[in-house]
């Protein structure tokens, strides 16, 4: 190795040291700047809860009520998604479904009056088998009408019962959403 390869591993490995040194000062000079900030912003709170203890407790509470809005609130945007009333048009047939049911097999409850459906007590057993007031799901429909309820515009439907036996050709009242 001649000398100058010499000098130059030693001027490479000063100025390394020097850029670490250098590196380092700075990342404690930032830290002490760090903590003298926060020991300002410490010493400012302590003095404003003994001049103005108002003041303070009410600005702590206002973060308080940021930070759980900002926890609690809001989500990804995102709406819950259900079953979707369809456009109907009277005239046109249908089939009445149960949506909003657990079971596949649940009847579909057609009243007399539009919006007693809530309303309705089958506790008797000729209410829930008599009189064509629960009908099997798939059963066709045509629908005569609609009613406008809770601000909903179509709320229920007027059908008419299609299918063969002693209910086919009778009126009656259901949700819209009943009817796909």
């Not at 250098?22 to 410490?42: P, V």
């Not at 109907?88 to 919006?115: E, F, M, W």
């Amino acid at each position: 190795m001649s000398s100058e390869d010499n000098n130059n591993q030693a001027s490479e490995s000063t100025q390394e040291t020097i850029e670490k040194e250098t590196a380092s000062k700075s990342s404690e000079d930032k830290a002490e700047s760090i903590k003298k900030m926060a020991g300002g912003f410490l010493s400012s709170a302590l003095k404003l809860k003994d001049e103005k203890p108002k003041v303070f407790y009410g600005a702590v509470g206002g973060v308080v009520v940021l930070l759980g809005i900002m926890m609690f609130g809001g989500g990804s945007g995102s709406s819950v998604s259900g079953p979707a009333m369809k456009n109907l048009v009277i005239g046109q047939k249908y089939v009445l479904q149960g949506p909003n049911a657990y079971d596949k097999d649940s009847t579909i409850r057609l009243v007399a009056v539009p919006g007693t459906i809530a309303a309705y007590d089958d506790t008797e057993e000729d209410d829930r088998v008599g009189g064509c007031k629960h009908m099997a799901p798939g059963t066709p429909v045509t629908v005569l009408g609609f009613q406008d309820a809770f601000g909903k515009k179509n709320a229920f439907a007027n059908v008419k019962i299609e299918a063969e036996g002693e209910c086919q050709g009778k009126t009656a009242w259901t949700n819209s959403i009943n009817v796909q």
